[in-house]
């Protein structure tokens, strides 16, 4: 059955294990937990609204693999999705959602077709998208628990949920792209240990590394997506100067609470990771 009757921002995906970000173990986050997704009654459908929703193209296939041992919950099977009807995996028919969805050997594998988008480096070099951690499919921006649009916790929406950045690493450098990004002046703090309050969801950004210069928070270099080890205790976030010139990026790019959200297109020459 679909989910209902639950917080939608705390629902994510991820695809684990692969040497590339559009292929690997599909797990669902979900009740505070990664788990698995089981790969029974998977159909083309299914696969598509699943690459879709994580940047990655739109078809996809189920691979026999080995399953590792000890991968923890197994949090939906029977997923029968609909192509005028979802949107995402958890519009989708299905069995009851609990932790032992699966049986031994029933974790689902997908290869997604991948991206090909070239997305700029900040040295003007296209970086291939479909072969690297470093560029989600589609990101947004926002803030949240603080004064105004200027300050706040720092969440950003990929694959279909919101979540937050860990602040191991976090700094004055690392806001000042936020800001940028919000159109909010040069950044005057870069407050850390959930000093907003601690978000939900996937943290979804961990060892932020930015220069300061940076286009976007998701062209700095950070470990992979939401592989990172931290809890929402440790949420990071920004206080800007509210010196609101004109945004460095379009509008799009930046999400001011109460408006409507988009999801943008990617930066083109001429955009995270799971």
């Known amino acids: ?3 209902s009757g639950i917080d939608l921002e705390s629902v994510a995906l991820r695809l684990r294990g692969g040497t590339q970000r559009c292929a690997g173990w599909l797990d669902v986050f979900y009740n505070g937990t990664w788990g698995a997704v089981c790969s029974n009654a998977l159909q083309d459908i299914s696969m598509s609204i699943i690459c879709k929703q994580l940047g990655c193209g739109e078809q996809g296939w189920l691979e026999n693999r080995p399953v590792p041992t000890g991968s923890g919950p197994s949090w939906v099977d029977n997923i ?6 979802n949107s995402t995996l958890w519009q989708c028919p299905s069995a009851p959602w609990h932790p032992q969805s699966c049986a031994p050997g029933e974790e689902a594998w997908i290869t997604c077709a991948g991206v090909s988008e070239k997305m700029m480096q900040d040295s003007g070099e296209p970086l291939n998208c479909s072969s690297t951690h470093s560029c989600p499919g589609e990101a947004v921006l926002r803030v949240r628990g603080g004064e105004d649009g200027c300050s706040g916790r720092v969440e950003l929406w990929h694959a279909g949920s919101w979540g937050t950045v860990c602040d191991d690493s976090w700094d004055l450098a690392d806001a000042e792209v936020v800001c940028r990004q919000l159109g909010c002046g040069p950044a005057v703090d870069a407050p850390t240990g959930a000093t907003f309050g601690p978000g939900s969801g996937p943290v979804w950004l961990d ?10 928070l998701w062209s700095c270099p950070a470990e992979p997506w939401g592989l990172g080890d931290c809890g929402h205790k440790e949420d990071a976030g920004v206080r800007c100067s509210r010196d609101r010139g004109p945004p460095a990026l379009p509008p799009a790019l ?10 943008p297109p990617a930066l083109k020459a001429g955009n995270l990771p799971m």
């Open 1 to 3: 059955m679909p989910l």
């Open 80 to 85: 029968e999705c609909r192509r005028l009807r």
């Open 207 to 216: 060892e932020v590394g930015c220069r300061g210069s940076e286009a976007s």
């Open 254 to 263: 930046a999400h001011t609470p109460g408006a409507p959200l988009a999801h």
